[in-house]
T-cell receptor, first 111, second 114 residues
Framework: DGGITQSPKYLFRKEGQNVTLSCEQNLNHDAMYWYRQDPGQGLRLIYYSQIVNDFQKGDIAEGYSVSREKKESFPLTVTSAQKNPTAFYLC??????????FGSGTRLTVV | AQSVTQLGSHVSVSEGALVLLRCNYSSSVPPYLFWYVQYPNQGLQLLLKYTTGATLVKGINGFEAEFKKSETSFHLTKPSAHMSDAAEYFCAVRRRDSNYQLIWGAGTKLIIKP
């Protein structure tokens, strides 16, 4: 079945550490997105990519980095520069004109 | 700038009662509109979408929404609430200048009272 897979489901980060969240899709979608979700704050866009080897900053890109070397993959790195990374992270993909398909999310906690 | 407004961060209804979740958008051209549902600790799932054609759109789990251009609204309804409908619901509109990006409402948490 086609879908979008995020891993891991839970992730713990120590202070000053970089961590990478994985997102893979087999829907042949052109575009992929990363959102951050905090309680009561809805969805906030971190980065998005509409084509391989190209990506754009969203509303809250500081402290995050991404790559899009393959159409299927859009990993997100949470760097040590992100001072408050504890949140629920959602990856999504879409085709042109279509709705989004979401992964099941990664919950990141700073320990 | 385009925007999506969901009225009420929390809506509480009794089991068996009508569910009405409100969504208004700002757009000068016919938009693509979406409703998504999110259960706790899960990703979002598409409930229904409006692109063109019939203004009453039926979705999964007995939900439907009506596009009303004159009111710039796309309210989500379900005739009879079930306990399993308790979740957060998000309305979204496609950005006018993009074939891909959506603009999201802040979400409405639906609470079902037994």
């Amino acid at each position: 079945d086609g879908g979008i897979t995020q891993s891991p489901k839970y992730l713990f980060r120590k202070e000053g550490q970089n961590v990478t969240l994985s997102c893979e899709q087999n829907l042949n979608h052109d575009a992929m997105y990363w959102y951050r979700q905090d309680p009561g704050q809805g969805l906030r866009l971190i980065y998005y990519s509409q084509i391989v080897n190209d990506f754009q900053k969203g509303d809250i890109a500081e402290g995050y980095s991404v790559s899009r070397e393959k159409k299927e993959s859009f990993p997100l790195t949470v760097t040590s520069a992100q001072k408050n990374p504890t949140a629920f992270y959602l990856c999504a993909s879409s085709s042109s004109g279509g709705g989004y398909t979401f992964g099941s999310g990664t919950r990141l906690t700073v320990v | 700038a385009q925007s999506v407004t969901q009225l009420g961060s929390h809506v509480s209804v009794s089991e068996g009662a009508l569910v009405l979740l409100r969504c208004n958008y700002s757009s000068s051209v016919p938009p693509y509109l979406f409703w998504y549902v999110q259960y706790p600790n899960q990703g979002l799932q598409l409930l229904l979408k409006y692109t063109t054609g019939a203004t009453l759109v039926k979705g999964i789990n007995g939900f439907e929404a009506e596009f009303k251009k004159s009111e710039t609204s796309f309210h989500l309804t379900k005739p009879s609430a079930h306990m399993s409908d308790a979740a957060e619901y998000f309305c979204a509109v496609r950005r006018r200048d993009s074939n891909y990006q959506l603009i999201w409402g802040a979400g409405t948490k639906l609470i079902i009272k037994p």
